[in-house]
């Protein structure tokens, strides 16, 4: 019976997650690669409140986008600090979009103007990291 049920827990897992429809790294069964979007912002205003504000808006106006299979934002992870670490950013977004004109679609979407207009005055510095992923 316990063999049983693990099977059927990791099958609605696979179910549940997408997997079984490509959408996770290992995964991937679509010709068509997704598009890995990341971006790092570096902020005029550093503090822990500022930080949080970016990482709310980036959830309020960017994680429902047509096309989206994962999203995250967050603040840098600061108790890693090793010699290969970048650490010259505050807050990182990070988004995997189905296919490249779904990302497409994103950039011209009123919700990312929106996000944009609300946020810029305090970017220091925004680098873009675009990787077509299979």
């Not at 967050?74 to 108790?79: I, K, M, N, Q, S």
């Not at 011209?108 to 680098?127: C, G, M, P, S, Y």
Request: charged share 25%; proline share 2%.
């Amino acid at each position: 019976m316990g063999k049983r049920l693990l099977t059927l827990t990791i099958i609605l897992f696979l179910l549940v997650c997408g997997c079984a429809g490509g959408q996770y790294a290992g995964c991937n069964q679509t010709k068509e690669p997704m598009l890995a979007h990341n971006v790092y912002f570096r902020l005029k205003d550093d503090s822990r409140a500022a930080k949080n504000r970016l990482v709310d808006a980036c959830h309020q106006y960017l994680k429902d986008h047509p096309g989206v299979v994962f999203f995250a934002a967050g603040t840098l992870a600061e108790e890693l600090d090793r010699p290969v670490n970048v650490r010259d950013f505050h807050v990182g977004l990070h988004i995997v979009f189905r296919a490249e004109k779904f990302h497409d679609q994103y950039q011209t979407a009123d919700k990312h103007l929106q996000f944009i207009e609300e946020n810029k005055a305090n970017w220091e510095d925004v680098r873009v990291f675009d990787t077509l992923v299979r």
